[in-house]
């Protein structure tokens, strides 16, 4: 996915990301040192557990590439890349499992976490499943 977020308070953030009952996300966080890509994963997410957070990446651009690929074993391996070509693996495998209704789900979101007059936004350009 081709995504631009304009955040406007520390801690919102943006991205990719694979949920069930456990999920894993690649997002793009504002921070008060600028903005940075990371990985999440939270195992046990049902059941209230924290999320873990890989090394964050600094970025010089609000517009990135985020993209995650599954095999067949349901791994997912999430990279990205500041011009749709170079891709850069970030953080570890995350093996998805199912959510108590359906399987595994791929999707974005945008969240804010603090309670203000006018949240950020991302503007998604595009969003492909191959």
């Known amino acids: 996915m081709k995504m631009t977020l304009t ?3 520390v801690d919102d953030r943006a991205g990719l990301v694979v949920m069930g009952a456990d999920y894993a996300a ?3 966080k504002k921070t008060a040192a600028g903005l940075f ?3 999440i ?5 049902d ?7 890989s090394t964050p990446v600094a970025l010089q651009s609000n517009t990135i ?4 690929n599954v095999s067949e074993n349901a791994e997912s391996r999430f990279s990205y890349s500041t011009d749709g070509t170079s891709f850069i693996d970030v ?3 995350f093996t998805s499992k199912q959510g108590r209704w359906i399987g595994a789900k791929v999707g974005l979101f945008a969240l804010g976490t603090v309670p203000v007059s006018e949240y950020g936004f991302a503007d ?5 499943i191959q």
């Open 7 to 9: 955040a406007q308070t």
């Open 26 to 28: 690649l997002i793009v």
């Open 37 to 39: 890509l990371s990985q």
């Open 41 to 45: 994963i939270c195992t046990a997410a």
């Open 47 to 53: 059941q209230g557990s924290p999320e873990v957070e």
């Open 65 to 68: 590439y985020l993209r995650v």
């Open 91 to 93: 953080g570890a495998p």
């Open 124 to 128: 998604v350009d595009w969003f492909r």
